[in-house]
């Protein structure tokens, strides 16, 4: 698997290396925009269970936009909620944990020049803040389960602006992978319900214990997405947008998750 | 071009996450039976505080597993191989059963009747507040809490604790409550601190190794709710006061005003937790320890401050020894380090 993320970096960093002089345009255009969506999140946290769990969730998310002719920037919050289960037979165990997902992301992305005829390359960096609940229906002491991961990225996007009856639409793809992570995962934390009594330290001991600076060697992640915006007559937008995400965290308590995700968004112009 | 495009669109975002994940351990009964070794072996508290040799127990159970085992036999070895743990607070749940240990009040005296206790102690005019049973017997407050297990309101502990305020003192009978939540003992502690007390540390298991723990870390009670009683209070055990009432056995005794009468309590200082195997099904252990302010290892039991059994004859008459013994203590009105432990044993 080393194998797979040195290539995939080596790649990434080539791309990322040439360079090329900057697009003069200087109109400057902000958007706001709203969605959701549904999502298939999958996981495996070996600090509770061997067991891969995956599920339905609801997905909803809203966005600030900044554009210039030389670059954009995006500000998001995304929330996702839903429930997953052990992918055995469920005649087996009525195993299920409720799971809660907060994502705050913050891009910038420079245009680099264009690629492929018309198609206009950015490449950036980005701050992603992860925070997952997990509460497993049968476990007692170690049933709720928190983690916080904040990631910064380095992130590349293509955007492609193609016209269909005289009004323009964009199809972009962005791709983002981390350099260094600041990761809180303990392997138990609370038990249900929640909290330890005031003066009893085990769960805020436990979060303590397991802060951690990771680079890639211990964390992993990638986060694309490509999506198609449809210009409306109204100046505003409308875009579906498919996003996977796959992270991975090594260490005393192996994790690995991997979200499939398709959001309808409308997009205001302010 | 566009063509391109769509290429590489499609190799990056189809690029399903397969690509990166290892395979998983194939569900059979060799890899649950590893697993659930390997997890207790890297997890579990108690192994050198209990003296065990893990490995000699793996030497023993792993030649009786095989792939073809059916499902009953391989969980009877299974639940066999973790039953060499001699705890309460390890069990292993299927679909169709659940394991456990009652080494820790099974051969010892039951030192309670609740029938005795409701027809004579507490009789018809108790009342009853959340899972508090509360009597007044010559002026003294009679609580029994048979359950830590479920959660109660504060007002609930509030108005135990009001009604019960101008008495010359309170018999709190945890005997036969084999736990719950410590939250909620911890919680009823704080109506009696005098002041905040260490009443205890909590080590975490934090490796893979036997000894592998946290520094110990310390836990404090201190006064807590509207009104706080601090006159004499007896705490009453017996060996099936296990597991939160051991941990709430712990914290009284920690309060200067507090004496614990009866039988030694049955232990379980580990917090168990949780983790699920292959085949789904799910084992509980501890992954903590417990020691008192003193640094006293709880595991095994609390002994009482002043021994007292229930005597055959008295039972049989209806009487309950352990709450006399209180009664007479309270009417004494002694601290408990006047009192000589042995005036009062083998009723």
Partial sequence: MSGYKTGFFAVFFFLF???????????????????????????????????HYDGDHIFLTTSLQRHTGKAISIAEVSFMNGRISPDINPLLTTAEMKSMKLYIHYSYYRYTGSILNNARLYLGGSTLLHS????????????????TINSLNLSGMISLPFAVNEREHLLELHLQAPVAAFIVRPSYAYIKPSGFLDHSSGGL????????????????????????KYSLRNNSALRICYRWEYMEHSGDNPFNSATHGIVLQTIFTL | MKRHFIILAVIIFYSCEKFFMEDPTENNHINNFDLLWQVIDEKYSFFTYKNINWDSIYNVYRPKVNNDLSVQEFFDVMAGMLNELRDGHVNLYSNFAH?????????????????????????SNFFSAGPFLVSEIDSVGYVYIPSFADEFRESDL???????????????????????????????????????????????????????????????????????FLKPVV?????????????????????????????????????????????????????????????????????????????????????????????VFLSSRSLKTHIQSENLQDY
């Fill in chain 1, 17 to 51: 290396s040439f360079s090329v002089s900057s697009y003069a345009g200087e109109k400057v255009t902000r958007h706001v925009s709203a969605g959701v969506g549904y999502a298939l999140y999958g996981m495996r946290d070996l600090g509770l269970s061997p067991l």
């Fill in chain 1, 132 to 147: 997952a609940s997990y509460r497993h229906n049968l476990f007692i002491n170690s049933s709720i389960n928190l983690n």
């Fill in chain 1, 205 to 228: 001991e436990s979060i303590f214990r397991s802060i951690e600076v990771a680079t890639v060697d211990r964390f992993f992640s990638l986060n694309s997405g490509v999506s198609l």
């Fill in chain 2, 99 to 123: 394991s456990a240990n009652f080494d820790w009040h099974l051969g010892h005296r039951a030192n309670f009747n609740l029938e005795n206790i409701h027809n004579n102690y507490l009789v």
């Fill in chain 2, 158 to 228: 509030d108005s135990v604790v009001e009604h019960l305020y101008g008495l010359k003192g309170i018999i709190f009978d945890v005997r036969n409550n084999s736990g719950g939540l410590n939250r909620t003992g911890r919680l009823i502690a704080g109506r009696f601190a005098d002041s905040v007390r260490l009443v205890s540390y909590t080590l975490y298991k934090t490796g893979p190794g036997h000894d592998d723990f946290s520094k110990p870390q310390p836990n404090y009670i201190g006064p807590h709710g509207k009104k706080r």
């Fill in chain 2, 235 to 327: 705490v009453l055990s017996n060996r099936r006061s296990y597991s939160a009432t051991n941990d709430f056995v712990m914290n009284m005794a920690a309060f200067p005003h507090v004496t614990v009468i009866g039988d030694q309590t049955g232990g379980g200082g580990g917090t168990p937790y949780d983790y699920e195997l292959l085949n789904g099904w799910r084992c509980r252990f501890p992954r903590t320890m417990t020691l008192a302010a003193n640094g006293f290892n709880i595991e095994h039991g609390i002994n009482p401050d002043i021994r007292v059994n229930i005597s055959r004859t008295d039972e049989l008459r209806g009487i309950d020894t352990i709450i006399e013994a209180a009664l």
